[in-house]
């Protein structure tokens, strides 16, 4: 992302709604469009998500590690349990 003048807008992490556990994903924001969906890095071109919020990355990006931990953490467990 830039800004007119050439330079770099501060790094933005949103989060929005998932129906598999942690019920929350994330990702870092490449656009915005007039509708308030964010387009991201991570899951890439044709994909826009409407954010339940959008954090700088210095606040955003210890919540969004600890859930892909939590998700780690929540496979590891049903694997142990099931055998896989």
């Given at each position: 992302?830039?800004?007119?003048?050439?330079?770099s807008?501060?790094?933005?992490?949103?989060?929005?709604?998932?129906?598999?556990?942690?019920?929350?994903?994330?990702?870092?924001?490449?656009?915005?469009?007039?509708?308030g969906?964010?387009?991201?890095?991570?899951?890439?071109?044709?994909?826009?998500?409407?954010?339940?919020?959008v954090?700088?990355a210095?606040?955003g990006?210890?919540?969004?590690?600890?859930?892909?931990?939590?998700?780690?953490?929540r496979?590891a467990?049903v694997?142990?349990?099931?055998?896989?």
């Open positions: 992302m830039s800004t007119k003048q050439g330079t807008a501060p790094k933005l992490i949103a989060f929005w709604r998932y129906d598999i556990f942690p019920y929350v994903l994330s990702g870092t924001v490449e656009s915005v469009n007039t509708k969906h964010v387009l991201t890095k991570e899951y890439g071109p044709g994909l826009r998500f409407n954010p339940l919020c954090l700088p210095a606040a990006e210890p919540i969004a590690a600890k859930l892909k931990t939590l998700e780690k953490e496979r467990a694997d142990s349990v099931h055998g896989d």
